[in-house]
């Protein structure tokens, strides 16, 4: 089923497009957007492999004159040296204020390429057409772009939203497995922040794993109520100043385990799943949460197929000296998202460390 939802932001105001199907009309879309004629798709050799010709004949066919850059796969390329290659693609190809960069890709594609068109000539338009399950209910919305620093996970972005995205769930047939259940995690992530009705669906779903062990209806839903989810809170704080914060929930953790891992060993939704174990255990020592409560939200992650023990190679004080580089830090203090009801979360920088380092030794596998 198709629908539109619009991003209504003080400045600039777009379309999330969920259409089944549409593809190979991409060309007509931008079109309508009346956007420069010059183009520069930027995927990796997966993505490119099974759709960037369709893409390329859809622009193309519009009179697009597209040009396109390949930049390997894997979130340890999401550093400045792929921007740098994007940068010089640009300027290869007389990239003009008028012109678009166009991500066709999961999460980190679509990072990059959105910082490289917020920084190029100031700032070119940009689309979003998000290949993963991840990236079509998180990462391709809301105008976060950028690259990870070796230290620390996104520490160089810009706020930079996209004219368009568009969502095209039959892509997901390619989507390995893994990168599926990635992206339940910051699915499950909207059910415990913001949305009970969208919580419930989920707990009614027998296997939330595979693809193709999830009903089109069920799948409707999910995209249709996960974008939902975020659109209302990015159009209430664009900029993170307050409510956005909300949308890091299990990210404290969750980044210092993938910074610390050499963005190599987990994806970012399987860090996020873990983050949120955590926080939810935290919750529950400061007596902000209940059991029960946790259970609900854990037997959802481990119906998601996705794993809460921490990787043997971690050490526990490197993972708590680590959360000093996180983004929340405000004036020294580490500020957590933590769960106090299902639908609803808390921001706090109470969380005393003996609490974080006794949740967290109860999380590896060994001792
Ligand atoms: N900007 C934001 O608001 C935001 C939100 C959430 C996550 N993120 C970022 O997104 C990234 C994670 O995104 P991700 O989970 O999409 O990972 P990803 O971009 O690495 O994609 C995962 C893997 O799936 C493959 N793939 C993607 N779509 C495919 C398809 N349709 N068919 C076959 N293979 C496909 C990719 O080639 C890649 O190997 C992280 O860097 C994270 O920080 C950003
Ligand atoms: O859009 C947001 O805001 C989010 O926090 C969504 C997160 O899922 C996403 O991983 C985001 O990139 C994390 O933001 P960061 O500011 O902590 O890097
Ligand atoms: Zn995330």
Request: net charge positive; glycine share 8%.
């Amino acid at each position: 089923m198709a629908s539109i939802i619009t991003v209504n932001l003080p400045q600039h105001s777009y379309d999330i497009m969920i259409v089944p199907g549409s593809l190979g009309r991409l060309g007509e879309y931008m079109a309508n957007l009346k956007l420069g004629n010059k183009v520069l798709l930027i995927s990796n050799p997966i993505i490119f492999k099974h759709y960037g010709q369709k893409v390329i004949n859809s622009l193309e066919s519009e009179g697009f004159k597209v040009a396109h850059q390949i930049l390997p796969a894997g979130e340890q390329y999401k550093n400045p040296n792929s921007i740098q290659k994007i940068y010089d693609v640009a300027l290869a190809n007389h990239l003009e204020r008028s012109s678009t960069m166009i991500a066709l890709g999961g999460g980190v594609i679509g990072d990059m390429t959105g910082f490289a068109s917020a920084t190029w000539l100031r700032g070119i338009h940009f689309i979003q057409v998000p290949t993963s399950l991840l990236a079509m209910v998180d990462a391709a919305i809301g105008g976060k772009t950028g690259v990870n620093h070796v230290q620390g996970k996104n520490l160089i972005g810009a706020f930079h939203q996209p004219d368009l995205v568009l969502i095209d769930p039959y892509i997901l047939r390619t989507l390995p497995s893994r990168e599926f259940r990635a992206g339940m995690a910051e699915i499950i992530k909207y059910g415990i922040i913001w949305d009970t009705e969208l919580f419930a669906r989920l707990e009614k779903s027998k296997n939330l794993s595979q693809l193709w062990h999830i009903k089109s209806e069920l799948m409707d839903f999910i995209l249709q109520y996960s974008c939902q989810a975020k659109v209302d809170i990015v159009s209430k704080d664009e900029k993170e100043t307050g409510l956005r914060t909300i949308l890091n929930y299990g990210h404290t953790i969750g980044h210092a385990v993938e910074s610390l891992t050499g963005y190599t060993q987990l994806t970012h939704g399987e860090a996020t799943a873990i983050g949120m174990f955590a926080a939810g255990e935290i919750a529950i020592k400061l007596g902000m949460w209940t059991k029960e409560n946790s259970q609900r939200q854990n037997a959802l992650i481990e119906k998601a197929g996705l794993k809460t023990k921490l990787p043997d190679s971690l050490n526990i004080s490197k993972i708590i000296d680590a959360l000093q580089k996180d983004k929340k830090v405000k004036e020294g203090k580490v500020r957590f998202i933590l769960p106090t009801q299902i639908g609803g979360v808390e921001i706090t920088d109470r969380v005393p460390t003996t609490a974080i380092y006794e949740v967290l030794s109860s999380m590896r596998t060994r001792d």
